[in-house]
């Protein structure tokens, strides 16, 4: 089989353990740190989304420009931009990148977050939304003559795009860990994207995902799973953990987050945060290398569990999420575009063997 890994990249140099030191958009590192992913191996590159961040669609046509086969996963909140438009802005996008786009969309979990760009609709109201913009969305890449809507949230009419998506759609990423999140997502996305719990809560989403996927009439098995860890890699088991708490440590010590650590009231964390700290709070190791310090740590307030150990260790940990049906690996570092570099030259191509060494019989038998 075959296992998609991402990464994912900003324009500056920060994390949870680097405060940003330069302006918020380096051009120089942005380039570097999206050659890095393509030279690393990655599949395709994760371009967040944040009220305060840079904009993504500039990004992805920076990272694109920069790079020659990389995909691109851009993160969207449907709310902002009318669906018509976005439809138009990604097709074109995706035909100057020769294909290269996939579109990550988030709903968006933070009240006090979406009001900072004014959206003031409510989570359920936010989900029912996110259901009408995807469907608009495809139908006016689907559409050879105008189209007209009227719904909850969007009414117009003639729409019609002359540009499409180079495939004639874009594979639709889709994140959350509701009720909510799971009937949306079970009808549009072609891959669901978890953060990085333990396996058993892991195959308990991927079968709650599955279920919404056919009770909307669609084959359950024809819907990807991803997972989202941080790892943390040494020579050894036992150097990983000591590099593990001095990243805690780091991370702790932090008293002026900028943007990427900005937290929000418990009140607001999403279902997928709230599950990171309930799993921290059964312990900190779980499973062969999952350790949820570090959520628990920051909140929670995105992907944030670690697989710590040396390479071996983490490649095996990674495959036991392959082994329960998850088929992309989204891997970022604490040290952003040091940790990219590694995991291409020691990780990456360790679980690619595997997968190829299983394969072997298959293809043999089939011959």
Known sequence: MTVEFIGMIRTADTSEVRPRRGPAIDPDYTARFARAHEEAGFDRVLIGYHSWDADGFSVAAYAAAHTERLGLLLAHRPGFVAPTLAARKLATLDQFTGGRLALHVISGASETEQRRDGDYADKPARYRRTDEYLDIVKRVWAAD?????????????????????????????????SADAYRVGGRHADVYALWGEPLAETAEQIRAVRESAAGHGRDPDEVRFSVSFRPILADTDEQA????????????????????????????????????????????????????????????????????????????????????????????????????VDYGRRLIPLVRAELERRDRPAAAAAR
């Open 145 to 177: 003559e105008p189209i007209d809507h009227e719904g909850e949230f969007y009414r117009f009419q003639g729409a019609r795009s002359d540009v499409k998506p180079v495939h004639g759609r874009l594979p639709i990423y889709f994140g959350g860990s």
């Open 241 to 340: 953990w000591e590099r593990a708490h001095r990243i805690l440590a780091a991370i702790n010590s932090r008293t002026s987050p900028d943007g990427a650590m900005l937290a929000f009231p418990p009140s607001e964390r999403g279902v997928g945060s709230q599950r990171l700290l309930a799993a921290a709070e059964k312990g900190e190791r779980h499973d062969r290398a999952l350790w949820t310090a570090t959520a628990k740590a920051t909140g929670a307030a995105g992907n944030s569990t670690a697989l710590v150990g040396s390479p071996e260790t983490v490649a095996r940990a990674l495959l036991d999420y392959v082994d329960i049906g998850v088929t992309t690996l989204l891997i970022r570092g604490y040290e952003p575009l040091e940790d990219a």
